[in-house]
């Protein structure tokens, strides 16, 4: 299903001075499932995929007003494109960014259709179509348009309002496995939210080139990564200044610990949970809530440093 699951890993025997010994290899949720399905070719074999359904995201899509560019020149990564959607998506008025997004998903065909729901539907009034190829792309982040609303015509499904119950735009974050406990993914989903608020409250700057993404997807699948690897992370994340001299300059980005990213560096860099704190002072959080929250900021404090295993880590001891 479109859920998360708990990281996987595979056992094999290697032999080493005479002994036999069980190895075992890391496997997450997108390595296994993006194994499990051969789609490098696409368009009736014309086009070879650089990705997987199931993988981290090739692209921003937001084009800031202040920085025009600056999208292009962090989406580094080649991206396959249907030159068809593309081509309509950009008649038809959509900014360039948000188009190649939606092109780059419908370079894929498929899964599954269902029996009435092809050429039966009505594109103006149903969004099955495109739900079709959005939902079958799992990528680390998916951006969600409003579901078509039912109802009367002013948008509104419950028929009380124009606003009443009325489902916005949505960014999902997708890129964890699930852990074992409630308590585990309850403090999860919070501090994602949480720091949310963070970049929004403060209107931080987090943007990295999307290799430097990649790169760093590809670090956080190694054993014990939230101890013995560094991640690629921005230097400065409040917004540039004036007479900030270039991309380098303003948006540079180095290599840090999981513990210097939530819990900061040096004296330039406040880390991602000092902000949540000051965030939640900033708010007047009520003092019940603040001291819940706070277990939970612990947990990924704790994780972070090493002081507790992670979920894979453990299974591993275990």
């Not at 997004?101 to 149903?126: C, M």
């Not at 720091?195 to 987090?206: E, G, K, N, P």
């Amino acid at each position: 299903g479109g859920g998360g699951g708990v990281g996987r890993w595979r056992s094999e025997v290697v032999t080493a001075n005479g002994c036999e010994m069980v190895t075992d290899l890391p496997l997450t949720k997108p390595q296994v499932e993006s194994g499990a399905y051969d789609e490098r070719l696409a368009g009736g074999g014309v086009a070879r995929l650089a990705k997987s359904r199931y993988e981290s995201v090739s692209g921003y899509m937001y084009h800031s007003e202040a920085s025009p560019g600056l999208v292009d020149a962090f989406n580094d990564l080649p991206r396959n494109l249907d030159a068809w959607s593309l081509k309509t998506l950009l008649a038809a008025g959509l900014d360039r960014p948000l188009a190649e997004h939606i092109a780059h998903l419908f370079v894929r065909d498929p899964l599954v259709v269902f029996e009435g729901r092809i050429q039966e539907l009505d594109d103006t009034k149903d969004m099955d179509h495109f739900e079709n190829i959005q939902s079958t792309n799992w990528q680390t982040v998916r951006w969600k348009p409003p579901p078509n609303p039912i109802g009367d015509p002013s948008g509104d499904p419950s028929g009380e309002g124009e606003t009443a119950n009325r489902i916005g735009w949505r960014t999902e974050f997708r890129p964890m496995e699930v852990a074992l406990t409630d308590f585990e993914n309850a403090a999860y989903a919070v501090v994602v939210v949480l720091i949310t608020r963070v970049i929004l409250a403060y209107d931080l700057q987090l943007y990295m080139p999307m290799s430097k993404v990649d790169e760093n997807m590809a670090r956080a699948v190694g054993r014990d990564a939230v101890r013995d690897h560094k991640f690629w992370f921005r230097k400065d994340i409040a917004p540039p200044q004036g007479g900030c001299g270039g991309l380098d300059e303003c948006y540079a980005v180095e290599e840090m610990t999981a513990e210097e990213i939530f819990l900061g560096k040096g004296d330039y860099f406040p880390g991602l949970l000092p902000l949540v704190y000051a965030y939640l002072d900033a708010i007047g959080c009520d003092p019940g809530v603040k001291s819940k929250v706070h277990r939970y900021l612990e947990l990924v404090e704790r994780r972070a440093t090493g002081k507790i295993p992670t979920t894979a880590a453990w299974i591993r001891r275990w």
